[in-house]
């Protein structure tokens, strides 16, 4: 395989948008935090789905927050 179609395949499932019942549910290996954390993380968006690195992002912020 070369490299600009190991580069497109990598490109293809780096966009490619999960449920969010499915990044919940592998919320752990995905992010290296529990479920809970990703259901804080996404509380309150009005989204079906997400790409892992947007998911990875919003537990990031998530984490980053002050609590009040």
Do not use: P, S, W
């Amino acid at each position: 395989m070369t490299k600009e179609k190991k580069t497109e395949k990598k490109t293809k499932l780096a966009n490619f948008e999960y449920e969010i019942d499915q990044l919940l549910k592998n919320c752990e290996a995905i992010t290296g935090y529990k479920r809970e954390v990703g259901e804080g993380a996404i509380h309150g968006l009005d989204v079906e789905k997400m790409t892992k690195t947007e998911f990875q992002n919003k537990v990031k912020e998530f984490l980053k927050r002050r609590v009040k």
